[in-house]
Antibody, heavy 115, light 112 residues
Framework: EVQLAESGGGLVQPGGSLRLSCAAS????????MTWVRQAPGKGLEWLAN????????YYVDSVKGRFTISRDNAKKSLYLQMNSLRVEDTAVYYC????????WGQGTQVTVSS | DVVLTQSPLSLPVTLGQPASISCRSS???????????LHWLQQRPGQSPRRLIY???NRDSGVPDRFSGSGSGTNFTLKISRVEAEDVGVYYC?????????FGGGTKVEIK
């Protein structure tokens, strides 16, 4: 059974940083692209970033370029999102997603940016 | 960026009756390899999204056959043949043909 478990969310002040993690199991992690998607309170879904199977290629939505970094450790079957220079508008539930096609979603981790 | 426009925004349905959701794309979602990367997600209240349909019309494992997807190019439809109480939630289309990946704004299905 595919499982994705996000962690690392919390309350942070504007300008601060957080590192989200996603522990994957139930599939061959190193064989799949991985994705981060977020959902602001009461809003729809927003794709943030993707990373290739071996980590050699990454893509970002314009609103997070230069502030967020996606990475992975295939040996640990883990996906990461380093978030710097956080803004109030980054407040959302952050989801780890298997593949580029929305295959499987984690339960999400809440990030709140507020002073 | 590809803009996906869903309609209606809200869909009140009587139990046992059919429902239909439209997703229109600002650009053709036909990829150069002949595939169309248009998928449908369901998000029940308080839950994470779950994919129902991939590649326009392919049902994911465990998805009831009352759900079906159709369409091509820029116009796509998700149909529920007979709505059940467990189908309440928000439905999103998403496209993976062109970067960046984008989602429709969602359609909220509720029981009348």
């Amino acid at each position: 059974e595919v499982q994705l478990a996000e962690s690392g969310g919390g309350l942070v002040q504007p300008g601060g940083s957080l590192r989200l993690s996603c522990a994957a199991s139930g599939f061959t992690f190193s064989a799949f692209w991985m994705t981060w998607v977020r959902q602001a309170p009461g809003k729809g879904l927003e794709w943030l970033a993707n990373i290739k199977e071996d980590g050699s290629d990454t893509y970002y939505v314009d609103s997070v370029k230069g502030r967020f970094t996606i990475s992975r450790d295939n040996a640990k079957k883990s996906l990461y999102l380093q978030m710097n220079s956080l803004r109030v508008e980054d407040t959302a539930v952050y989801y780890c997603v298997k593949g580029n096609w929305g295959d499987y979603w984690g339960q999400g981790t809440q990030v709140t940016v507020s002073s | 960026d590809v803009v996906l426009t869903q309609s209606p925004l809200s869909l009140p349905v009587t139990l046992g009756q059919p429902a239909s959701i439209s997703c229109r794309s600002s650009q053709s979602l036909l990829y150069s390899d002949g595939n169309t990367f248009l998928h449908w997600l369901q998000q029940r209240p308080g839950q994470s999204p779950r994919r129902l349909i991939y590649g326009v019309s392919n049902r994911d494992s465990g998805v009831p056959d009352r759900f079906s997807g159709s369409g091509s190019g820029t116009n796509f439809t998700l149909k529920i043949s007979r709505v059940e109480a467990e189908d309440v939630g928000v439905y999103y289309c998403m496209q993976g043909t062109r970067w960046p990946l984008t989602f429709g704004g969602g359609t909220k299905v509720e029981i009348k």
